[in-house]
């Protein structure tokens, strides 16, 4: 398997543009997870789906950030308008079962607002 | 909900040295205890996992050890290599309940080896 994928590696953009992040998990697993990581508040859970349906959108930082799952083999994560400090590298991960299951991560998107 | 501390924020090293990271967690339902690797400009990447039926485990240099009644939980490295230099991250989390499937993860600790 190729392991979970993310597109665009790196974005750059100003600020006020709508920013579209994509992932594609791991065939077969039911759960996708999406992050942020930054120096000053390290690696948060922004949101996270089970079978496509959003489960828990607690960590996602403000109505600006929207996230969707049409089907079990993509997601998007979409900021608009972008802000500077949204830059941050953003990752992906997905797992197999809930209970004990490993999450695998994707490479990251490296975002950057000017 | 959860919440996971963990010290320190940096560590140094020798190499050969033996290196330990400290977690602690608050909520006593987590009951699986991962520890992720993330070298620079990588992924995180899973090294090592305990259950909370278990104390202790190892894996080579690595091994985790967990302490349910005080809810803490620790890595430890022995003979540290250049190559164990990394941010490392401990998490938790628990297979039931509403939380299911999350993980809260640590602040992470910057593990440097010098040769």
């Known amino acids: 398997d190729a392991g979970v994928i993310q597109s665009p590696r790196h974005e750059v953009t100003e600020m006020g543009q709508e920013v579209t992040l994509r992932c594609k998990p791991i065939?077969?697993?039911?759960?996708l997870f999406w992050y942020r990581q930054t120096m000053m508040r390290g690696l948060e859970l922004l949101i996270y789906f089970n079978n496509n349906v959003p489960i828990d959108d607690s960590g996602m930082p403000e109505d600006r950030f929207s996230a969707k799952m049409p089907n079990a083999s993509f997601s998007t994560l979409k900021i608009q308008p972008s802000e500077p400090r949204d830059s941050a590298v953003y990752f992906c991960?997905?797992?197999?079962?809930?209970?004990?299951?490993?999450?695998?991560f994707g490479p990251g998107t490296r975002l950057t607002v000017l | 909900g959860e919440n996971v501390e963990q010290h320190p924020s940096t560590l140094s090293v020798q190499e050969g040295d033996s290196a330990v990271i400290k977690c602690t967690y608050s909520d006593s339902a987590s009951n699986y205890f991962p520890w992720y690797k993330q070298e620079l400009g990588k992924r995180p990447q899973l090294i090592i996992d305990?259950?909370?039926?278990?104390g202790e485990k190892k894996d080579q240099r690595i091994a985790v050890t967990l302490n349910k009644t005080a809810k803490h939980f620790s890595l430890h490295i022995t003979e540290t290599q250049p190559e164990d230099s990394a941010v490392y991250f401990c998490?938790?989390?628990?297979?039931?309940?509403?939380?299911?499937?999350?993980?809260?993860f640590g602040r992470g600790t910057q593990l440097t080896v010098w040769p």
């Open positions: 065939s077969g697993h039911d759960y």
């Open positions: 991960a997905s797992s197999l079962r809930a209970a004990f299951g490993t999450q695998y």
């Open positions: 998490a938790a989390g628990a297979d039931r309940g509403s939380t299911l499937g999350r993980l809260y």
């Open positions: 305990i259950r909370s039926n278990v």
